[in-house]
Nanobody
């Protein structure tokens, strides 16, 4: 069973930085995509950034130039470096892992709160 353990959320002032980490365990299929989604109160969950095993990345327009996603394949860990944070970045951030092995498999972390004060 795949487990995703997140860390690094917290409270920061606008303009500050945070780094989220997510360690995956139990994934027996190497070609996975990992990423981060977020959900603010009253809003749907949205993609923030994703990265493939080969290093291809995808970002939401709202975070381009401010957030950087990276991964350590040896550790099955994905990171999200968040700079120049804005109050509108406040949300619960969820780690996500997916892979295709016949069918599409999706796994989620428990979520970590990021709060940006103005």
């Amino acid at each position: 069973q795949v487990q995703l353990v997140e860390s690094g959320g917290g409270l920061v002032q606008a303009g500050g930085s945070l780094r989220l980490s997510c360690a995956a365990s139990g994934s027996r299929f190497s070609m996975n995509t990992m990423g981060w989604y977020r959900q603010a109160p009253g809003k749907p969950r949205e993609l923030v950034a994703a990265i493939t095993k080969g290093g291809s990345t995808n970002y939401a327009d709202s975070v381009k130039g401010r957030f950087t996603i990276s991964r350590d394949n040896a550790k099955d860990t994905v990171y999200l470096q968040m700079n120049s944070l804005k109050p509108e970045d406040t949300a619960i951030y969820y780690c996500h892992l997916s892979f295709v092995l016949g069918s599409l498999y999706n796994y989620w972390g428990q979520g970590t709160q990021v709060t940006v004060s103005s």
